[in-house]
């Protein structure tokens, strides 16, 4: 049973200012209702003025996604009543969006490319937002900091077969948007989604507000497996809306009645008609993610698995060109391996790393000054450093500190000479031929110089001294 | 100069909604003129009602755009005046502070929506007032108390500030007792502003001037059929006989799309109105809600309540008129209809400069006189076009019937107020000598 899922997803523009006002969007750490003005509280007589910004970025979002761009694009209002909105219809677009017919290319389950087709993108302004007063408040309180905030809605077409898929496509798009610089996905609630998923031949179910790229593969996950255990009850899946409850991971119908509005849309009067089809041209768009990845590949010569990994957020693949410097291959590597596998550990953004001192660390690697077990501790200094809002010592300071400075050959040949006369039984299986037992020794060495020496370099050693019979 | 104006006048019209005693007055090119404005325009620290219950004690925190225009060039703002609740009727009948009557037949209506500005006006309370015109609101007053109104082109003059009613057909212009006042009020309000996107940068600066010689005047007929009054309709050719002997000619034409006219104002208007007027819901304007019911019970019980039975109706209309299944039947109709005055216009306006005809089919109604609602929509048949069309029109008086004042309608192509103000003065000069 195919299952055919279409996602509506609104993205939270990153503009400095509201979608028709002058109101200041960042307001996150700010008291509620302290970025407003008569405009965004729609109060009487206020008139709501198009942010030439956010057309732009809608622009930008259309030209990568290559689409069309029509001569004639229209505000709309769409009118329904709710606490939140403030002028009790909510200014968007209807029949005429801003962009149609454009693409996405993401990998399939079976990891081949295929093309997810966008119908279309329009603008529109965010409501504001109700604060429930916890302990039974007879009243709910609304902060309008969000009213206005200037979303890109962005509608694909039911092409995707299963929830990963959809996943993929968010994390796709996602990159797209932050190459673009239109998105800060660090901003709560900058992307919700809608998804429509049915099982085919058989009705559509429209899951509303999912805030998460984890929420819309759990609740798509949750409804393939609902739907189908309704059809192999020989029952059938009802049209309908249902909400996900995050925390529960599942999904509940909405009352219908509720969800039955006739927005009466019409043309907003108080906007002009949006001719814009030939600011396209003047837009320039930057290296999106594919065109960068194989640039990656092709100059720095790295794995197209690194490639992919690196170029997956514009931030670390910034990061990495700053610090991919004489060897790249080795910058990739650990870039994208260690780095980033610590970085997730701390739950740490690339963005509070200097890149200078990671530079400066595989300045160190290179030079084998350091071995490699060496460099991941003098890392992890450094982030819990970062981590802690302190001042990020220099990797070769920590190694001074810590002693962690590679051994030379003759620093531990009394090492090497003690682990040899500890272990008759494994020198005599090395010679008789188990290669193990060289590795043993070697391992028993490093223990001893607490990984400061490096491998290579100690298996040769452990081996001379076996077979010339110590130094 | 600056200084501050004493203000307690004899009210005795009902003209105004809220008087300001002591109103502050600056330099400018209205240095320390009383300015009364309609109820419906924002004053920050001044209530506006738009003479509802339901904004009865809301004070705006921020002067509309032309608000602020006056206060810049010295006006002192004397009062707020009375209207058609939201600026919905023809008679200031609909006001939730009872209606204002005309200072020339108090037992007669002044004319709506913005009444009260005109009687203030005909009264001498105060030399200019502002008023707003969605289908005929500043021009229907203006004939009625006999004064002039000017609806200016649409987007000549900022609506910052304006509370809705049907943003895509009103403005708002200038009333006083001469064409030269209303042209210097419209010298002051008419400056661009950004706030307010349907408007362009097309600033009115000008002198009204008394030569018209060579002006081509339009004659529609129907601007003289069936439900004009013939006493009304001679008194007006008169005044166009007047135009012709100061040098200009005249040329019948036709506005077919007239037929259409009422039925599309109306449609658009209240669908208009219907969202516009969404927004008042008990949660932010009017009394506080009962907390006990369900926030859309609540919803509909309050605007119930405090929206007047016109205001109520229209609402209807609008919400109907707007609803799926029958959007395309009307609000998409009424939109061709539209266009197609707007061309009427264009065509006519190939061949004349001006197009005059009356202002209201008839003369002042009595208080209470016009019951049931069609046939009072159908009053606003002269002045609706030029809302439908965005083409300036101007009201000026030009005799009486039965001791009633008729006002004479000159309307111009679009961003042409300044030759229906040339026209207006023309005729008054001459009638005055």
């Known amino acids: 049973m195919k299952t055919i899922v279409g996602l509506e997803i609104h993205v939270q523009l990153a503009t400095t200012t509201k979608l028709f006002c002058g109101c200041s969007t960042d307001y996150r750490d700010d008291e509620p209702n302290t970025h407003c003005c008569p405009i965004c509280l729609g109060l009487p007589g206020a008139l709501p003025r198009l942010n030439r910004k956010a057309v732009e970025y809608g622009l930008r979002v259309a030209k990568a996604l290559d689409m069309e761009v029509p001569e004639d694009s229209e505000f709309a209002r769409k009118n329904y009543f709710y606490p939140d909105l403030p002028k009790a219809y909510q200014v968007t677009q209807y029949d005429k969006p801003l962009a149609v017919a454009g693409t996405v290319e993401i990998e399939d389950d ?37 009213s206005g905030i200037p979303l890109l809605e962005i509608v694909t077409e039911p092409d995707m077969r299963s929830p ?18 239109v998105f800060d996905g660090d901003r709560e609630g900058s992307l919700r989604v809608d998804a429509n998923i049915s099982l085919e031949g058989s009705q559509r179910v429209e899951v509303k507000n999912i805030s998460s790229y984890k929420g819309v593969e759990k609740a798509l996950t949750f409804e393939v497996t609902r739907q189908k255990n309704l059809l192999r009850r020989g029952q059938t899946v009802t049209r309908e809306t249902r909400h996900f409850m995050e925390g529960r991971g599942i999904t509940t119908s909405a009352r219908s009645k509720e969800e039955e509005h006739d927005y009466r849309y019409f043309p907003e009067p108080d906007l002009r008609p949006l001719r814009v089809a030939e600011w396209v041209a003047a837009i320039d768009l930057p290296e999106l993610p594919v065109a960068r990845k194989n640039r990656f590949m092709q100059q720095y010569g790295i794995s197209l698995n690194h490639a992919r990994t690196l170029t997956g957020d514009p931030k670390l693949a910034d990061f990495y060109e700053e610090v991919a410097g004489v060897d790249p291959v080795l910058a990739a590597t650990w870039v994208s391996d260690t780095l980033l596998g610590e970085l997730n550990y701390r739950d740490m953004s690339i963005a509070a790393v200097p890149p200078g001192r990671i530079a400066e660390l595989l300045g160190l690697l290179r030079s084998e000054t350091i071995t490699d077990k060496a460099g991941v501790q003098v890392l992890r200094e450094m982030l819990d450093a970062c981590a802690a809002g302190k001042p990020c010592e220099m990797p070769a300071a920590i190694v001074k500190r810590e002693g962690l400075g590679k051994a030379t050959g003759g620093e531990f040949t009394p090492i090497v000479q003690a682990v040899i006369a500890a272990n008759p039984q494994a020198v005599e299986d090395y010679r008789i031929g188990k290669k193990g037992a060289l590795n043993f020794l070697v391992g028993q060495v490093m223990k001893e110089t607490r990984g400061r020496a490096d491998p290579r370099e100690l298996g040769r050693i452990v081996s001379g001294c076996i077979e010339t019979g110590g130094v | 100069m600056a200084g501050t104006l004493k203000f307690s006048p004899d009210d005795r019209y009902n003209a105004f909604i809220t008087t300001c005693r002591e109103a502050p007055f600056g330099d400018g090119a209205l240095g320390g003129t009383a300015i009364a404005v309609k109820d419906n325009i924002s004053t920050a620290g001044i209530r506006t009602t738009c003479a509802s219950r339901i904004l009865e004690s809301y004070v705006p925190p921020y002067d509309a755009h032309v608000v602020g225009l006056l206060r810049r060039e010295g006006a002192a703002i004397v009062g707020k005046t009375n209207m058609d609740e939201f600026g919905m009727g023809t008679t200031t009948e609909t006001s939730a502070f009872g209606p204002t009557r005309n200072p020339v037949d108090p037992e007669r209506v002044p004319g709506g929506s913005s009444g009260g500005s005109a009687a203030a006006v005909a009264a001498g309370l105060v030399p200019m007032a502002l008023g707003t ?73 000008h002198r009204p001037t008394a030569d018209i010689a060579g002006l081509r005047v339009g004659v529609p007929e129907e601007y003289f059929g ?16 007047v135009l012709e002997g100061l040098g200009a000619s005249t040329v019948p034409v036709s506005i077919p799309g007239m037929r259409h006219a009422l039925a599309a104002y109306y449609v658009i208007c209240t669908s208009e109105a219907s969202s516009n007027l969404a927004r008042f819901d008990g949660v932010r304007y009017g009394p506080a809600v009962d907390t006990r019911k369900t926030w859309h019970e609540a919803y509909q019980d309050l605007r119930q309540e405090l929206f007047g039975k016109e205001v109520r109706r229209r609402i209807m209309l609008g919400t109907f008129a707007l609803s799926a299944g029958y959007a395309g039947r009307y609000y998409a109709k009424a939109q061709v209809a539209r266009r197609n005055i707007k061309e009427d216009f264009e065509r006519a306006f190939r061949e004349v400069d001006i197009i005059a005809g009356p202002t209201m089919p008839t003369v002042a109604f009595r208080l209470g006189e016009k019951t049931d609602p069609l046939s009072m929509y159908l009053s606003d048949i002269l002045t609706v076009p030029a809302n439908l069309a965005g083409v300036p029109a101007i009201s000026v008086p030009c005799g009486r019937v039965d001791g009633l004042p008729v006002g004479f309608q000159l309307m111009g192509r679009q961003f042409e107020d300044e030759r229906v103000v040339d026209a207006a003065f023309a005729y008054e000069q001459e009638v005055r000598r």
Do not use: W
């Open chain 1, 110 to 146: 079976e990891g081949h490319e295929k093309i997810v087709r966008i119908t279309r993108v329009h603008l529109e302004e965010d409501p504001g937002r109700l604060v429930h007063v916890a302990g039974g408040s007879k009243y709910s309180l609304v902060d309008y900091n969000r």
């Open chain 1, 164 to 181: 990963q898929e959809a996943r993929r496509f968010l994390n796709k798009l996602r990159t797209i948007l932050e190459y673009l610089g």
């Open chain 2, 133 to 205: 015109d969605t289908g005929g609101s500043i021009r229907c007053p203006a004939a009625f108390c006999g004064i002039v109104g000017l609806k200016p082109t649409y987007g000549r003059v900022s609506r910052y500030g304006l509370i809705a009613y049907a943003n895509s057909l009103e403005q708002i212009g200038p009333m006083a007792r001469t064409v030269e006042d209303v042209s210097r009020l419209m010298s002051v309000i008419a400056k661009y502003d950004f706030h307010d996107s349907t408007m362009l940068d097309r600033p009115y600066d």
């Open chain 2, 226 to 241: 069936e439900g004009v009054d013939p006493r009304v309709a001679e008194t007006v050719r008169d005044a166009i006989g």
